[in-house]
């Protein structure tokens, strides 16, 4: 059997740089990939949320959803705002909420008849996909970056996003 031999500075110091190295490779892979996930939070958001946030010019109405199936309401569309036109049918995908008999304020998207919901509860319900990723993040960042209390802020922010939407929405 052979002795175990001495650590010298020399080897601490180089075992000490290569754990720093891991380290710092650790936290970068991990926010990169925290950051990936914000980021297609925010894409996933933004296709509906742009059309409800950024809601001048485009047309604003209301409407009494008559039919339901699947995933898209449909109902006829009675303008609100100034250049917009009445429509025999517009649909509301992701017919999350939406009852049939019941009336919606709406935005149409520029150049067809898909409406999406407006007020709080429409912009809430946009913002769905980043309050999903708010949470994923905060479990990235909190085991692959050890940054608790950052994870704390990112998870509670998507708890409160989500649950804001639910109670808007309902």
């Known amino acids: 059997m052979i002795p175990a031999m001495p650590a010298t500075a020399s080897t601490a110091r180089a075992r000490q740089a290569s754990v720093t190295a891991l380290r710092f490779g650790r936290v970068a892979t991990m926010g990169a990939l925290a950051a990936l996930i914000l980021f297609a939070g ?3 958001s933004w296709g509906t949320a742009q059309h409800v946030m950024l809601d001048k010019g485009r047309e604003q109405g209301t409407v009494r959803v008559t039919s339901c199936t699947g995933d898209i309401c449909a109902g006829p569309f009675t303008p609100t705002s100034a250049g917009a036109r009445a429509r025999a049918r ?10 049939k008999g019941q009336t919606y304020d ?13 007020g709080p509860a429409g912009i809430l319900y946009a913002w769905l996909p ?21 994870a704390w802020v990112l998870g509670l922010s998507g708890v409160g ?5 639910f109670a808007a929405v309902q």
């Open 42 to 44: 925010v894409w996933g």
């Open 90 to 99: 517009v649909e509301l995908a992701e017919s999350v909420a939406v009852r």
């Open 106 to 118: 709406v935005v149409l998207k520029p150049g067809t008849a898909d409406a999406v919901r407006s």
């Open 130 to 150: 980043l309050g999903g990723a708010l949470l994923l993040a905060a479990v990235v960042v909190a085991g692959g970056m050890r940054l608790t209390r950052v």
């Open 161 to 165: 996003l989500l649950t804001a939407a």
